[in-house]
């Protein structure tokens, strides 16, 4: 078997790997629009909303100004890891090293980037709602609140783009539960298959425990723990300048090579539309 060891040849491999951690690892880029350009600020694509006046035939009306709120994206963050390995490390070591260690920074880097942008959208979202008692693990909950969650979207033009619903991996229980007790058809497909991927037509994306915190996440503050995030899709965007990047060189002093990944990110609900976005606290 052939190890890949040149520089060339890696990074071929990282190029290929990354697309696959992006499809595996990341939420974010199914309910966020995301922007790769070499911007550093976006500002605010939507105007006000103008409202018609409904009057008698006159002939006559009012002239209204409008107004774009100042509001723009700013690249002001980075998702970085770095690690150095030995030429002897990777010469002795019983599969491709570096690649190996490639793998988990992507990873690494990939789940940073997801972290960040859903505790932003969290955090900015103005719509709010707080479950009955046992949240989604009680499955007698669920369907009441998705019942509430997808009420404060609807009847808006944008609710077609799609609606979702990101919660932590200990939800699913009461999903599972309700699934396989509502209904013939849905309940058979749940036993069968166990999988939730879509309630009420709301898509139901599942991330790991503790992604969602209270904390500092590069220059923001997030308040989060205990939450989840339901919205619809596309009202929120997300800049990545250039994707994930990678490094690798040579360090004085030292033999093998020293690899870093990183992504530069940036984040915005706009808005205008960040009543779409609910922020949901588990009671």
Same mark, same amino acid.
């Given at each position: 078997?052939?190890?890949? &060891?040149?520089?060339?040849?890696?990074?071929?491999?990282?190029? &290929?790997?990354?697309?696959?951690?992006?499809r595996?690892?990341?939420?974010?880029?199914?309910?966020? /629009?995301v922007d790769?350009? /070499?911007?550093?600020?976006i500002?605010?694509?939507y105007?006000?909303?103008?409202?018609?006046? *409904?009057?008698?035939?006159?002939?006559?009306?009012?002239v209204t !100004?409008w107004?774009?709120?100042?509001?723009?994206l700013? %690249?002001?963050?980075?998702v970085?890891?770095?690690e150095?390995?030995?030429?002897h490390?990777?010469?002795?070591?019983?599969l491709?090293? !570096?690649?190996?260690?490639? /793998?988990?920074?992507?990873? !690494?880097?990939?789940?940073g980037?997801?972290k960040?942008?859903l505790?932003?959208?969290?955090?900015?979202?103005?719509?709010t709602?707080t479950?009955?008692?046992?949240?989604f693990?009680t499955?007698?909950? %669920?369907?009441?609140?998705?019942?509430?969650l997808l009420?404060?979207?609807?009847?808006?033009?944008?609710?077609?783009?799609?609606?979702?619903l990101?919660?932590?991996?200990?939800?699913l229980?009461?999903?599972?539960?309700?699934g396989?007790?509502?209904?013939?058809?849905?309940?058979?497909?749940?036993?069968?298959?166990?999988?939730?991927?879509?309630?009420?037509?709301?898509d139901?994306?599942?991330?790991? +425990?503790?992604?969602?915190?209270?904390?500092?996440?590069?220059?923001?503050?997030? +308040?989060?723990?205990?939450?989840r995030?339901?919205?619809?899709k596309?009202?929120?965007?997300?800049?990545?300048?250039?994707g994930?990047?990678?490094?690798?060189?040579?360090?004085?002093?030292k033999t093998g090579?020293?690899?870093?990944?990183?992504?530069? *990110?940036?984040?915005?609900?706009?808005?205008?539309?960040?009543?779409?976005?609910?922020?949901?606290?588990?009671?």
């Amino acid at each position: 078997m052939n190890t890949q &060891s040149t520089y060339g040849e890696r990074d071929r491999y990282f190029q &290929s790997q990354y697309e696959i951690v992006l499809r595996n690892a990341l939420v974010t880029e199914k309910i966020c /629009d995301v922007d790769r350009r /070499d911007l550093k600020r976006i500002q605010n694509p939507y105007g006000s909303q103008p409202t018609a006046t *409904i009057q008698a035939v006159a002939g006559t009306y009012t002239v209204t !100004a409008w107004t774009i709120t100042d509001d723009a994206l700013t %690249v002001t963050d980075e998702v970085i890891y770095a690690e150095h390995v030995f030429a002897h490390e990777e010469y002795f070591a019983s599969l491709p090293l !570096a690649q190996s260690r490639i /793998d988990n920074m992507m990873y !690494a880097v990939a789940f940073g980037i997801d972290k960040f942008v859903l505790n932003n959208l969290c955090e900015d979202a103005t719509g709010t709602y707080t479950t009955p008692a046992g949240g989604f693990t009680t499955s007698a909950n %669920v369907n009441t609140i998705m019942a509430n969650l997808l009420s404060k979207v609807a009847g808006y033009e944008d609710a077609y783009r799609g609606t979702f619903l990101v919660a932590e991996n200990t939800d699913l229980v009461g999903f599972m539960v309700a699934g396989a007790t509502n209904g013939f058809n849905f309940a058979d497909a749940m036993l069968r298959n166990g999988l939730v991927t879509q309630w009420m037509g709301c898509d139901i994306y599942v991330v790991r +425990t503790g992604t969602f915190v209270s904390a500092t996440l590069g220059t923001t503050s997030v +308040t989060n723990s205990g939450n989840r995030v339901f919205g619809v899709k596309g009202v929120a965007t997300y800049a990545s300048p250039r994707g994930m990047q990678f490094e690798e060189k040579p360090v004085t002093l030292k033999t093998g090579r020293e690899i870093v990944v990183f992504g530069l *990110i940036g984040f915005k609900l706009w808005t205008q539309k960040a009543g779409l976005v609910v922020d949901i606290t588990l009671a």
